[in-house]
């Protein structure tokens, strides 16, 4: 209920418990300290690398779904959007097809792929299995083991298998663990693993611990997924943790119910439906080791695959309200499952996930998008802006916040389903935190906000903010710093997020965003700033005392410039949300800088590379300024200084190509869906009924094919129906199950021989099919029988444009 205007709601919290003091020794990890003496470790509260505190980011990208031509581009883009480690399956069936014969070349190769990970300067955290999920066949173990022997047991048999491919993956990584002075950090155990029959339960993980360690995989972490009851043995193993946005694999054809990923973990570190393929009605060990263990992710959604039965499309906040909530309530270590996308290897055309082989669901044979911040392609999709300012933020600020406990709310929400309860927390240390808070919910519109204040008890004072009540909207969530220090200046709070620091020969830079409506209001201690001035004169800013405090509130995009008491002067930098999206940090000539651009920005062997899908034109600001002009690929142009930014302007010749579509043959009727499989729902059609698929020829000129002077191009598919598969001769080199976004095949990334035809088939969707669709992308409402149509194809290219240092740099 919406309070009246004269009427504030103050949100009260209790910060002042002192910080849990860390307890060591509780796990049995492995080799923690590499030949140069640095350490990766961990306690009862967080992770450590060098003895201090560490809150890194993971993303999943598995390298067997991504060409190995694209592996060392794909690292580089993920680093640049302030992700530090990359965790990837080992998919059994992959690499051992048939007993005894392994396969560890071309894209399964492991061992250059963990050496492009070292390359690009990221850590490596492998996940063995032996089984994995990863939406493939038995989750990855071998047709011909499952045909023989028990599998996820302590069956001797079964064991014999797994230690000769645990072997074989040792052998890959040789030389390469962290112990040996390589990236690789972690093993994970198994996945989703909540057995208890015979010859399984927690001694079957520590069954696979021994193993892996027996044939040389000696890291400093061991892992295992701790939700949905999964029973493991205790101190051998840390639990990690998830949570996704929606549920695809669920059996209900209308609008998920709000998922409980959008409230803060106060009571259990255990999330709600992830998924996983088997059930355990007892509790799981994963509350029971909450003391002993730190909070850490694995599995927070980066989007979510489309499943048959179920296919929503997310929105960018859908995935990054996540943050604030997961890390408010403790999380020290934030993984996405799936960071970048791919396709499952060519030939493998029955590897997917299927309920005609016994899965619970059913996936496309070949694409597996995920909706990730970077797609199949590795493209960048608009949830990356949203996301990037967060990772910079734990890059910068992270080894704070891990030491930070977690301080909840006198009043809770009931449930996920309470949307009137304000959802905050704070996790604070003494006088010093942060304040988060969530007002969007996916699909399920919150109520403003209206009159709010927060008063934050902390260990010697409350410290109220903002001065004034304020409104918030809904779908509006952020993290706001309390007792930031600032160089010589220390913030009392903030309503703005801070992002990042830099160091530049004028003083320290910060660099907050703002909060959409929210004005931004910088507060600072007494004693600490004794002039505040705007940096330029396109500069806004007010400042006035409020109880002793000097307050300034800058205008979004305003830098300013506070003077310390030491005499030492910092530089606030103020970023509305829609510019905070287009920012990367970035090392270039010599130091980290800050990069503004619509296009995807990153560092490749000292040269920043900028692309952009579409537009041949590219506007770069850059700060501090480059000394000398830098050398470029293209012509540019360096205008005159916007602000304290360098402008720069780069077009470069347009290049586009027609596409023809030429009917082949119309669809026929298609029978009802069936239901039926473990989930007793919709299943995907037998293979005999795609052959009353509608199908075009598709006509692209060789020359588009091979991207002339491109980064890559897309061919870009709109179309209304059920199933769409793309052919190459009579190679299947692509499918989608429609879900409403336009398709794309980056002609870099998939096969396409340029003598065969190129054939896309639509499987008519019915008007009756029980399959879920976001209502905005829906077409059944508008037929009356079913729908196979193209709506439209493009030729899309990605241009490139590359700076390097100038010479006289």
Sequence with gaps: MNRPRDMPTTLTIDASRPATTPLVDTLRMGANTSPDGRTIGINSRYLTRDGEPWLPVMGELHYARVPE??????????????????????????HEPRSGQFDWNARLDLRRFVEACAKRGLYAFVRIGPWVHAEVRYGGIPAWVVDQVPTRSDDPLYLQYVQRFFAEI???????????????????????????????????????????????????????????NAVFPRREVAPVFGGYADLPWGTSTAMSAPSEVYGFRFTSRVGGDLGAQTHNSEPGDADAVASETPFLGAEFGGGVPTMYRRRPVLDPDDIAAMLPVQLGSGVNLYGYYMLHGGRNPPGDVDGQESTATGGYNDLPIVNYDFQAPFGANGEAHPVLGKLRPLHLFLQQWGSDLATCD?????????????????RFSVRADGDRGFLFFNNHVRQHRM????????????????????????????????????????????????????????????????????????????AFEPGYVTRIAPADSRSLLTTDEVNGVLVARPTPGSVFIATCSDDTRITIITLASED??????????????????????????????????????????????????????????????????????????????????????????????????????????????FGKAAAWRIDVPEEALNAPGLSNAYLSIQYAGDVGRLFSGADLIDDHFYNGLPWQIGVRNVTIDPQQSLVLTVLPMRADAPVYLDARHDPRSAISDQVAEILGVSWVPEYEVVFSRSANG
């Design 69 to 94: 031509a694209h592996w060392d581009d794909a690292l580089a883009k993920v680093k640049a959007a302030g992700v530090g480690i990359v965790s990837s399956y080992v998919i059994w069936r992959y």
């Design 170 to 228: 040792a052998a890959q990584l040789e030389g390469l663990l962290w112990k040996d002075g390589g990236p690789v950090i972690g093993i994970q155990l198994e996945n989703e693993y909540n057995l208890t029959g015979p010859q399984q339960g927690p001694a079957h993980i520590a069954t696979l611990k021994r193993l892996a360690r027996e044939v040389g995989l000696d890291t400093p972490l061991y892992t295992v997924t701790g939700w949905d």
């Design 406 to 422: 977690v301080y909840a709310p006198e009043l809770l929400p009931r449930g996920a389903d309470d949307l009137e309860t304000p």
């Design 447 to 522: 109520p403003e906000r209206q009159g709010v204040q927060f008063a934050v008890k902390l260990a010697t004072r409350t410290v109220m903010l903002p001065a004034a009540p304020i409104d918030i909207t809904p779908g509006t969530w952020f993290v706001w710093p309390i007792g930031l220090a600032l160089g010589g200046a220390r913030l009392r709070y903030a309503t703005a997020q801070p992002v990042t620091r830099l160091s530049t020969p004028d003083g320290e830079t910060y660099v907050f965003s703002t909060t959409d409506g929210i004005a931004a209001e910088f």
């Design 580 to 689: 905070i999206e287009r920012l990367s940090v970035l090392p270039f000539d010599g130091q980290r800088r800050l990069v503004l651009t619509d296009a995807l920005a990153f560092e490749r062997d000292g040269e920043l590379v900028l692309r952009s899908t579409g537009a041949a034109s590219f506007d770069l600001y850059v700060y501090p300024p480059l000394q000398h002009a830098p050398i470029s690929t293209r012509a540019f142009v360096e205008a005159p200084l916007d602000g304290i930014f360098q402008r720069f302007a780069v077009s470069v010749p347009p290049v586009a190509f027609d596409v023809g579509v030429t009917p082949l043959r119309f669809a026929q009727m298609v029978p009802s869906i069936a239901s039926g499989g473990a989930a007793r729902a919709a299943v995907e059609p037998a293979p005999e009924s």
